[in-house]
Structures are given as structure tokens and as C-alpha cells.
């Protein structure tokens, strides 16, 4: 790890052994920089392999130009440009439909939802319901990354967001049966006093005793909304109720994704659904232009109304507070789409990111005659990265862009808070001979 000393003066290069930290070397961080990036560096294949990743236009996953279009639309754009951009990104969603039952789900709701995954739940042999759950972009975000991931952005609410059960019945039952089910998956899972999920079943009773006489037949709809506030019912598009409890919204969700999830298939099906190139492409997209259109929609959040019917009126701190979760969400979705990268002499692959957040820049290799000694990777700060993104690649450009790498690289955060630190991964290929490495 190479940066600058806390006194300001030269550099030093902490050293870690397979984890281990086993010391720092002052004031030679920018020189163990040189021994990669400089004219005469040990590895050219590193540097070859950071400027051929981070140029633009060098590396395009699928579908990224939705994204990038997006992302251009956030900052001094129209909102006509803002609805263009969310407007294309959804002309790229399309129905999904469960196999198991043959009911297809919508891929957006009507309140900007949309559709991360659908299931089916079953008790022995028979099928009960399809299930969709529908949710904002930064939920299809986690959905690619894992069932964990997905299950804990499903269930952190924060004043303006949810997450969506819709139930479409396909085997009928009884409105106290349905109820009774539904409460009883939620009941060990909701740590808050029994009332509550007693409320809850009370309003799926309700509802299913107005709308459908009291039998939730096939084709009975429900539609769970999830939030920080509790769980609010619908039945066949008619609004019940909100059963009303801080926790009760996240035991909901857990009904769905945690480990004993009454639908594994759902959980499968959100993975699978965005877990591909183009899925994580799309779920960028869809955050970054949408998080741009809601910045014209400030006066509908003001306006929001609670459930006794006070409006709430958002001051400075939670809108800090709903910007960075915006910026936060937007990170997981970039994220997302980050792939290791493997040095083909050596076969060794590197991560993504390192766990203090450094990205990976380029993978290389260190050989001497025709012996392979090891794989080195190049992790940095995003600003590093930008440092070069601007340039055309090409054999014209490319001594210009590595030298413009080299000087961000080493620089440790003298211009800015955003590059302290400058890391170099080595991997040995080669477990004999007597130095010169």
C-alpha cells in the first residue's frame, strides 16, 4: 500500500504478507509506484493492461450505454432529458411469467415499482399463488450481486421507498385460510408484540370478505406495500388498510427472502433476472436516470401524506441524508457490473475492489528469461481512473495516458482526498530462485 506519510514528507509502502501487515517503509511510495508504472517498469503487461481497461471506449459491457447516457442526464440537464433517458431505459423491461402457474406479472407498477423477480408458493403438491415482488432500482441492484444482498436492500426502508408482494391466487381459499397462512409466516419473524401481525390478518380477512364474499378464488390479486411504516393491504386494487408497525414491514419481506423463503423460486428468479450483463446494465440505468428525474420531483415528496393524514415536511438533514442512500444506491448498482481481471500469462485473477474500496485498475505479470514469477494487480481510487478515462485508446495516445496514470498514481492525495493511497498486488507464479524480483 503505498502513500503518503502522515507528516507530509515523502511516502512510505506498508507491506502485508498472505493478510498480514508486517511494517511500513517510509518515503519510498512513489518510487515503488515507478517500479510498475515509469517508462522502464518491471511489468509492462500492468501497464499495457490499466490503459487498455480505463481509456474510454476501451472496454464496453453490454448495454452500458444506457447507463452512461443516464448518468449525463443527472447534473444541468432538462427534465425532458431526465424522462427521455428513464423513458428508454424502460423500453428495455419486459413481462416476466412463472413457469410453475402460467401467471405473467407487469414489469412496473403504476408508483414507479419495478419488477425484480416472481415465484410461486406452494404447500405439498399444490400450487397456492404466483407472487411478483416489485421494488425500486437500487433492490434490482442487489439482486444481482446475491440473495443476501437482495434480502437486506428489499427490507431497508427509508421515508420514500418499499418493496411490493403482489399475490395473484391460483388455488382458492378462504379469507380466514389465506389470512391465517400469510400471519403465521410472518409471526416468528416480526419481533414486535402479536397485535400487530394480528392487525395484519385482519385486513387480508377484510378485504377478501368485501371484494371476493369471502373466498379469495383464482385470480384474487393482493398487493403487500412495505415500508418503514408497516405493511400496507390491497385486494383486487382496492385499498384495505396499512397494518402499522416500525419492524413489521422488514418481517414481510423476510416472509419472501431470507433463508426459509415460502417461495425459493422468487428468490431464483430476482438473481437470474438481473444478475446478467445486461440486467446490471439496465438496473443502472434505471437508477441513474431515475434518481435524476426524482430531483424535479422534491415537491411531491414534500407533500407526501402520512397515514393520519399529517403532511411531512422534510427538512435539510433528511434530504442529506435521502441523497447520499441516492449516491449510496448508485454506487451498488456501478458496482455491480465490475468483473475481476485475469493476467492470461500467469492465469491469476484478481477482485474488483479490495474491502478499503480500492478498484481494480489492470492485471500484469513480472517474468525474467521465460520464468513466470508472479501476477500484479494495480488497485486505486476512482480518481486515478479518471485521470486517464479521457484518452482515445491507440498506440497514439498511449505513452501520454501512461504517463498521465504514473502522475495520478503517485500523487497520495496531495490535490485531493480521493487518491491517498495507490496499492500493488502480487501473486507469486514461481516458488524458487534466489531474488532479483
Not at 499495457?48 to 448495454?63: D, F, L, R, Y
Not at 438533514?317 to 442512500?325: A, C, E, L, S, V
Amino acid at each position: 500500500d503505498c502513500s503518503s506519510s502522515k507528516g507530509g514528507k515523502g511516502g512510505g509502502v506498508r507491506v502485508s504478507v498472505d493478510g498480514i501487515v508486517a511494517g511500513t517503509a517510509p518515503g519510498l511510495a512513489g518510487a515503488f509506484v515507478d517500479v510498475f508504472l515509469d517508462e522502464n517498469g518491471v511489468s509492462p503487461p500492468l501497464r499495457e493492461s490499466i490503459v487498455a481497461n480505463c481509456c474510454v471506449g476501451a472496454a464496453k459491457p453490454p448495454s452500458a450505454e444506457d447507463a452512461r447516457s443516464s448518468s449525463s442526464s443527472e447534473e444541468g440537464s432538462s427534465p425532458e432529458g431526465s424522462s427521455s433517458s428513464l423513458e428508454d431505459a424502460e423500453s428495455k423491461l419486459s413481462p416476466l411469467r412463472d413457469a410453475a402457474t402460467g401467471v405473467a406479472f407487469p414489469p412496473k407498477l403504476d408508483d414507479d415499482m419495478y419488477l425484480v423477480g416472481v415465484g410461486v408458493r406452494k404447500k405439498s403438491v399444490v400450487k397456492v399463488y404466483a407472487v411478483g415482488m416489485y421494488a425500486p432500482p437500487s433492490v434490482l441492484a442487489a439482486a444481482a450481486s446475491s440473495s443476501s444482498k437482495l434480502r437486506d436492500a428489499a427490507r431497508t426502508f427509508d421515508a420514500d421507498t418499499k418493496t411490493t408482494f403482489v399475490l395473484d391466487m391460483v388455488y382458492g381459499a378462504s379469507a380466514e385460510k389465506i389470512a391465517s397462512a400469510l400471519a403465521e409466516s410472518a409471526r416468528p419473524r416480526y419481533p414486535g408484540p402479536p397485535s400487530d401481525v394480528q392487525d395484519l390478518e385482519a385486513l387480508i380477512v377484510r378485504g377478501v370478505n368485501e371484494k371476493r364474499s369471502g373466498h379469495a378464488s383464482k385470480g384474487t390479486k393482493f398487493r403487500f406495500d412495505c415500508s418503514q411504516e408497516g405493511v400496507r393491504v390491497s385486494v383486487d386494487g382496492e385499498d384495505m388498510g396499512l397494518a402499522e408497525s416500525d419492524g413489521l414491514g422488514g418481517a414481510f419481506v423476510d416472509v419472501f427472502m431470507d433463508d426459509g423463503a415460502v417461495s425459493p423460486t422468487l428468490v431464483e428468479s430476482c438473481g437470474e433476472t438481473w444478475g446478467t450483463e445486461d440486467g446490471r446494465a439496465l438496473s443502472a440505468a434505471l437508477m441513474l436516470s431515475g434518481s435524476s428525474s426524482s430531483n424535479d420531483g422534491g415537491a411531491k415528496a414534500r407533500g407526501k401524506t402520512s397515514a393520519n393524514g399529517a403532511t411531512a415536511a422534510n427538512g435539510g438533514g433528511d434530504n442529506d441524508d435521502k441523497r447520499t442512500k441516492k449516491v449510496d444506491a448508485r454506487l451498488v448498482a456501478v458496482e455491480s457490473r465490475l468483473r475481476p481481471v485475469r493476467d492470461d500469462v500467469t492465469g491469476v485473477s484478481f477482485p474488483p475492489k479490495l474491502d478499503d474500496g480500492l478498484y481494480l485498475m489492470g492485471a500484469g505479470s513480472r517474468t525474467r528469461a521465460s520464468v513466470r514469477l508472479y501476477a500484479v494487480a494495480m488497485y486505486a481510487s476512482p480518481s486515478v481512473l479518471h485521470a486517464i478515462s479521457s484518452f482515445e485508446p491507440g498506440e497514439g495516445t498511449r505513452r501520454e495516458a501512461s504517463l498521465a496514470l504514473r502522475n495520478a498514481a503517485r500523487t497520495f492525495g496531495r490535490y485531493d482526498s480521493f487518491s491517498p493511497v495507490t496499492s500493488l498486488v502480487l501473486e507469486m507464479a514461481f516458488g524458487g530462485g534466489d531474488g532479483g524480483t
